[in-house]
């Protein structure tokens, strides 16, 4: 009888221990998005736009060149309506938008070798990376899951995705993503819709 009830007193200690550390872990991550969230309120976000250049050189090089005119026209248009509903619809930071393809120097802060974007995807003169502030990075892209046995990253749903400057995915309890629904029959989001609804999601977690 007195084994069963040390017993019990050794497991209801561990329970509180392991309680105790869930915890003080939730109250740190919490405290680390609040700052992430003023962070970026003070700061920029960076929108990265995918060109798929790779691809379209690709076809381009095996003679498909309506293939690949086909790909550019429709990277394009997705490009501008990104930056549109951007224009539109959010108002939580500053916001800037980079090609891909210059994702490196954006990567390392070397923001005079990059091209920041307008509405008609050309030099934006406007923009001034001394005032940026804190740089995080969003694109509109697949969330990634990473396997704690394995380490194993891998891609999940549709969203935009808000990254820190090294382009690493933020977390929770921090409103990295908004989902998409790209692809999903008689659910998928325009542009505008999605960012509308990132700027209410980080308004709201601001507040």
Known sequence: MKLKILLFLFLSSCSISLIAQKSEKAILELKSAHEQ????????????????????????????????????????????????????????SQVAFFFSDESE???????????????????????????????????????????EDTGQVGRGFSAFIIRDARFNQLKKPFPYYQRSYEGVFFINRTESTVVKKLQAKL???YL
């Open 37 to 92: 969230i003023s962070n970026l309120k003070d700061g920029v976000l960076l929108v990265r736009l995918f060109t798929k250049s790779k691809g379209i050189e690709a076809y381009r090089r095996k003679g498909a060149t309506s293939q690949a005119d086909k790909i550019e026209r429709a990277v394009k248009s997705r490009n501008i309506n990104i930056v549109q509903a951007f224009k539109k619809e959010y108002s939580f």
């Open 105 to 147: 120097a954006v990567k390392t802060g070397n923001f005079d070798q990059v091209t920041f974007l307008n509405d008609s995807l050309e030099l934006d003169t406007s923009v001034k990376p001394l005032d940026f502030g804190t740089v995080f990075i969003g694109e509109l892209s697949r969330i990634e899951s990473v396997n």
């Open 203 to 205: 308004e709201k977690f």
